[in-house]
């Protein structure tokens, strides 16, 4: 869900609605089709997994970097090439999704050292743990718009403050934390 908002520019378009503006082009412009896109996953854990599977009918090159390389059977099955190096993955991703748990090693890891690997452009999605980015170095790289676009449920810290950096980037689709129900009410 978070990829399509990004890649569609969906958020820009629901808010001209509310305005009651209608300007198509100020919209198509960065709005794109997920297909043909190189998505590459920073941990291909249980939710990793479970991405990667959701996204092979979009027929886009996906990508793995995770300490642990797949069976090739299950592998074969997503259809997810692996990245043993995460600097070599990063400069081809179209969008960049983090899906590895906040430890020692990945505290932090997403600072502006590694934000500069990333393709000019880059969507990232971020669903694990906000202190996994630099947070002052993802909304420079947003104002700059070396991310294009950026968005998860994850902050740190929790609650984010009323003046976090990340509530008035450019181009991010932040909500809080979200949970959903097993099944909705009728
Ligand atoms: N936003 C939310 O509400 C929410 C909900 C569930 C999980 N999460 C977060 O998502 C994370 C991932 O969840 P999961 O269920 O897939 O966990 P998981 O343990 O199944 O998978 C994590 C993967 O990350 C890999 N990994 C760990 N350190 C790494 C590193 N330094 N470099 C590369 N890969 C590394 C592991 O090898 C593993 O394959 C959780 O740790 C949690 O922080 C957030």
Redesign the pocket.
């Known amino acids: 869900m978070r990829i399509l908002i990004l890649v569609r520019n969906f958020l820009p378009g629901y808010h001209q609605v509310i305005k009651g503006d209608w300007n198509v082009a100020a919209i198509a412009y960065r709005a794109y089709d997920l297909e043909g896109k190189t998505i590459g996953t920073?941990?291909?854990?249980?939710?990793?997994k479970l991405l990667l599977q959701r996204l092979k009918p979009f027929n886009c090159n996906l990508l793995y970097?995770?300490?642990?390389k797949m069976e090739p059977e299950l592998e074969k099955e997503i259809g997810a090439k692996f990245e043993e190096d995460?600097d070599t993955m990063l400069p081809k991703c179209d969008v960049v999704v983090i899906?590895?748990?906040?430890?020692e090693?990945?505290k932090g890891?997403f600072d502006a050292n590694k934000i500069a690997k990333l393709k000019k452009g880059v969507l990232i999605v971020n669903?694990?743990?906000g202190a996994i980015m630099d947070a002052q170095a993802v909304a420079d790289a947003c104002a700059s718009g070396h991310i294009a676009g950026y968005s998860g449920?994850?902050w740190y810290p929790q609650p984010a403050p009323k003046d976090h950096v990340w509530r008035s980037m450019p181009n991010h689709a932040m909500t809080l934390?979200?949970?959903a129900q097993p099944l909705m009410h009728n």
Do not use: C, E, F, Y
């Open positions: 920073v941990g291909a854990g249980r939710i990793g970097h995770d300490r642990l995460l899906n590895t748990p906040l430890t090693k990945t890891m669903n694990a743990r449920d994850v934390i979200s949970q």
